[in-house]
């Protein structure tokens, strides 16, 4: 028997279902906007700031003519670049599902991250490329002291707007901003390795180390350019989430009502800011039809709720069967052909199982 959630019917326009009352739905709908809001305002200000500090970027290269400072520079137009992606994954990401989309349009969040990260390995091979010859030619650096105090408040300000986006994408639960914020902060350890090799060009006279420190820069950033690249593959093909999958177990365990009597093959994704979820629940095989669907409405309405309206929840109702006697926690059943004798715990292990394979470990 499937009974398939009224919410997912009404998603086009993120209707409540009918346990749900307006006033809970419109509070739900105020947080999501107001977290859609603090998105796109985020990812304005990231994109402002950006564009001011690659101008101030290549300036101080034009002053000082260092290899290191321009491929700080050369990596901050691809700041710009994947900001302006990150805005427009995120006005995209926030439109409700339609007919074309009927899961929403989240997924764009992924491959704007994977997109980043591809832009920080791009990156660092102009980096690379610019900072070479400078190992191989090196040469002296002019007005260097005047460059390197600007470059050290322009960091600050990247450190700054970095970390900030970091935050802000956390508690919006967006990967985009959190994406945007990870390359931000790879641009402050590239100013902070020039900064440093500049330094010591300056104190020692050793021109190579221009070139040298751009390069250990740039073999830093590969890294976190990867790591994006990795995040978003996982996520655009629907991976598992141990972390959302024990968030849903520990939720259920803890609300577990008598007429539940077991849960398996759990399985949850993410679809930008939005959670789908489907299970299999098992429910003693008199209860009628009306009773299973609220139970299984009341099991909806505690998801739904915990992720402030941002779920959408499928559940099949399965009929118990004898094997099911033991962890059955009715007092009362006329259907019992054997004693409740084992207090199974929910976790998440167990949740995701396949039925089948949970009914051949009772029977043996």
């Known amino acids: 028997m499937m009974i ?12 409540p279902d009918m346990n ?12 999501e906007n107001g977290r859609v809001k603090v998105r796109i305002v985020s990812a304005c200000v990231s994109l402002f700031i950006g564009a001011l500090l690659m101008g101030v970027k290549f300036y101080l290269y034009n002053v000082t003519r260092s290899s290191a400072i321009l491929s700080d520079a050369l ?18 990401a926030s439109k409700p599902p339609d007919e074309s989309h009927p899961y929403g349009h989240g997924k764009i969040e992924y491959f704007s ?23 191989l030619h090196p040469g002296p650096l002019i007005h260097l002291e005047g460059g390197l105090e600007i470059l050290f ?4 300000v990247n450190l700054a707007l970095g970390v900030t986006l970091v935050q802000v994408g956390k508690k919006t639960e967006s990967l985009t901003l959190l994406a945007d914020g990870k390359h931000i902060l790879t641009d402050v350890y590239t100013s902070g390795g020039v900064l440093l090799g500049l330094l010591l060009v300056r104190l020692t006279g050793w021109y190579r180390l221009d070139g040298i420190i751009a390069c250990l820069v740039g073999v830093n950033i590969l890294f976190s350019g990867w790591s994006l690249v990795r995040q978003s593959y996982t996520g655009l093909m629907d991976a598992s989430d141990p972390d959302l999958l024990k968030r849903i177990a520990d939720l259920v365990a803890a609300n ?39 139970e299984v409405k009341t099991l909806e309405k505690i998801i739904e709720g915990h992720f402030q309206g941002r779920a959408s929840v499928l559940i099949h109702t399965d009929p118990c069967d004898d094997p099911d006697c033991p962890i059955c926690r009715q007092e009362s059943c006329n259907l019992r052909t054997t004693d409740r004798t084992d207090e199974t715990s929910w976790s998440v292990a167990s949740l995701i199982e396949q039925g089948a394979e949970k009914s051949r470990q009772r029977r043996g």
């Open 75 to 92: 990596e901050s137009i691809i700041n710009i670049v994947a900001s302006g992606f990150a805005l427009i994954s995120i006005l995209i």
């Open 256 to 294: 577990r009502r008598e007429a539940w009597i077991d849960i398996h093959q759990l399985r949850a994704w993410r679809s930008g800011n939005f959670i789908h979820v489907d299970f299999h629940l098992i429910l003693p095989r008199d209860l009628s039809l009306q009773e299973s669907h609220r």
């Open 113 to 135: 991250a994977g997109f980043e990260g591809a832009l920080i390995v791009f990156a660092a091979a102009g980096i690379f490329i610019a900072a070479i010859p400078r190992i």
């Open 153 to 156: 408040a322009v960091t600050l």
């Open 4 to 15: 398939k959630c009224d919410h997912l019917q009404n998603r086009r326009s993120w209707h």
């Open 20 to 31: 749900m009352t307006n006033g809970d739905f419109g509070k739900m709908t105020s947080i």
